[in-house]
């Protein structure tokens, strides 16, 4: 077998307990950062009001409940995460800590998981040690982390479904490549070029990216952006598998071989979704739980009937989300989002503990302005690079970062639908894989310098002087978020030095 598909079908990995002690520290610096008093301020915040709210109540009653009328409530987003807070409430109490356990351990988890992503895209530990760092260093992951709403199981979600597609890509390419050396002929016709079945070749980690993409749908329905991504990843991946090993007619066998799992991984979303509404399912109290006997007189049958009761709330919360149109007064649109535009306060108070005549304690929904204003041209370099190597990394990186915003600019410009720098979150880790896979190029790149008229440097030096603008830049994201933090983290400061961290004005207040 020629070297050049044993390198395409199975890069080398770097040595595994290099990549699992860089994830560990790693992890440990997220969790520090995240933990640290992420009880403080102890009271509700921002829309903890009716999260954590309805986290009591689903231990409650098994559903979201309306005390005015001791029955279930109308709510427009499924219940998993509010069960996910639910959760936390169980373990700690209905009090700040319990409310935001959930999303603290999620948070970090999901530092750990880009860390490892990054690792196996980049095949490289220095890189995925950036992307984990970047997002362990950035305030809107972090505050996200620190408050019991539902964008971070969001962000959690996508994120973890789109790295076991990463690693599916990896297995189904190993698989193909041990058949070959098995002594399989790709380029024959039929199952006779193709690897026979085995529990082994059942796409494991395909389904599990299936799994977590349906559980991020019961937490909010803007996850469904990604399913036609994810389908449309599983298909190019497949095809470029074939072609690397030498399949005559790819796209015929691709589609001949990956339709039963594609099917199934659709499935699998559907019914994933489904179970999250279980608690509403074996009750008789939740919102239009009987709505067809109840309120149109009609028999339910089994299963069935609970399901139609089930569509007609779910056509009542899409209304819902439809006629979202009110103003509110940290509400942005899809373009200012990367620019910081208008980002969200949480919380605000006077604590007077700082020791100046006014002090503020205040947390502020903003990314870490130095690596998000490095967003825009991250993807437009990425582009750049994509189409010039054919790199199939920055194909999927541009598809995650396009799907977690590009949908709400059709809700903006169609009904000017109210929305929240938030709702950015499940496109976050993609923006920051784009950010590395730049770093990565210009660690990377051919040397440049000065010879003559030409510019050039030695081919030695190259790695040295990308590696230092890198660390440069990792360096320049830290000093951002510790000038930061104070704001993100309800800390009391002096107001002049809160004013000054407000480097937009008004637009930040």
């Known amino acids: 077998m020629p070297e050049i598909v044993r390198r ?17 520290w790693i992890t440990t610096i997220a969790a520090f950062v995240r933990v640290f008093h992420y009880g403080t301020p102890s009271e509700i915040m921002f829309d903890e009001t009716y999260y954590a709210t309805e986290g009591q109540e689903l231990l409650d009653h098994g559903v979201e409940w309306e005390p005015s009328s001791n029955t279930g409530a109308f709510v427009v987003h499924p219940p998993l995460g509010k069960w996910l807070i639910a959760l936390g409430i169980k373990l700690l109490g209905n009090d700040s800590l319990g ?14 998981i880009l860390t490892r992503t ?3 895209m980049f095949r490289s530990v220095v890189l995925g040690a950036a992307a984990g760092l970047l997002m362990a260093f950035d305030g ?37 490549l041990r ?26 980690w395909r389904l599990a990216a299936a799994l977590l993409l349906g559980l991020g749908c019961g937490v909010k ?4 952006f990604y399913l036609p991504m994810f389908l449309l990843l599983i ?5 470029s598998l074939r072609r690397h090993a030498g399949v005559r007619r790819p796209w015929r066998d691709t589609l001949l071989d990956e339709f039963g799992w594609i099917a199934a991984f659709c499935v699998i979303v559907a019914g994933a979704y489904l179970a999250t509404w279980t608690g509403w399912f074996l009750t008789d109290t939740g919102w239009k739980r009987h709505y067809l006997s109840a309120e149109l007189g009609r028999t339910e049958l089994p299963v069935i009937g609970a399901l139609q009761n089930l569509f007609y709330y779910h056509r009542d919360a899409l209304g819902f989300h439809e006629g979202l149109v009110s103003k509110h007064p940290y509400q942005s649109w899809p373009w200012q989002w990367l620019l910081l535009g208008r980002p969200v306060a949480i919380y605000y108070g006077n604590d007077p503990s700082c020791g100046a005549d006014d002090c503020s304690s205040v947390i502020t929904l903003l990314g870490t302005p130095v ?8 993807l437009v370099a990425m582009a750049w690079l994509g189409i010039a190597r054919r790199d199939w990394r920055a194909l999927a990186i541009g598809l995650g970062a396009a799907s977690g915003i590009v949908p709400w600019f059709w809700f903006h410009y169609a009904d000017y639908r109210t929305m929240f720098y938030f709702y950015a979150a499940p496109a976050e880790p993609f923006l920051i894989l784009a950010v590395v896979f730049v770093l990565g190029a210009i660690i990377n790149a051919p040397g440049v310098g000065f010879s003559g008229r030409t510019l050039t440097f030695a081919q030695s030096d190259r790695r040295l002087y990308g590696t230092i603008f890198a660390a440069a830049f990792l360096i320049a994201v830290a000093l951002c978020f510790w000038y930061f933090y104070p704001i993100w983290t309800a800390q009391s400061i002096p107001h002049d030095s809160w004013w000054q961290r407000m480097w937009l004005g008004n637009r930040w207040v």
């Open 140 to 176: 809107f992951e972090l505050v996200l982390s620190r408050i019991a709403i539902l964008d971070i199981f969001v962000l959690f979600f996508v994120l973890a479904a789109f790295s076991c597609l990463v690693v599916d890509r990896d297995k189904r390419r190993q698989r193909w």
């Open 99 to 112: 409310w935001r356990l959930p999303t603290v351990v999620l948070g970090i988890a999901a530092v750990a």
């Open 235 to 239: 298909v190019l991946w497949e095809v």
């Open 179 to 204: 058949a070959m050396e098995n002594g399989l002929d790709p380029t024959r016709p039929g199952r006779a070029g193709r690897p026979g079945f085995s529990w082994g070749g059942v796409p494991w």
């Open 118 to 120: 990054a690792i196996r």
């Open 221 to 224: 329905w803007s996850v469904a």
């Open 8 to 24: 395409r079908l199975a890069p080398p990995m770097p040595s595994l307990w290099v990549t699992w002690v860089a994830t560990f």
């Open 371 to 378: 690596l998000w204003w490095s967003f825009i041209p991250a």
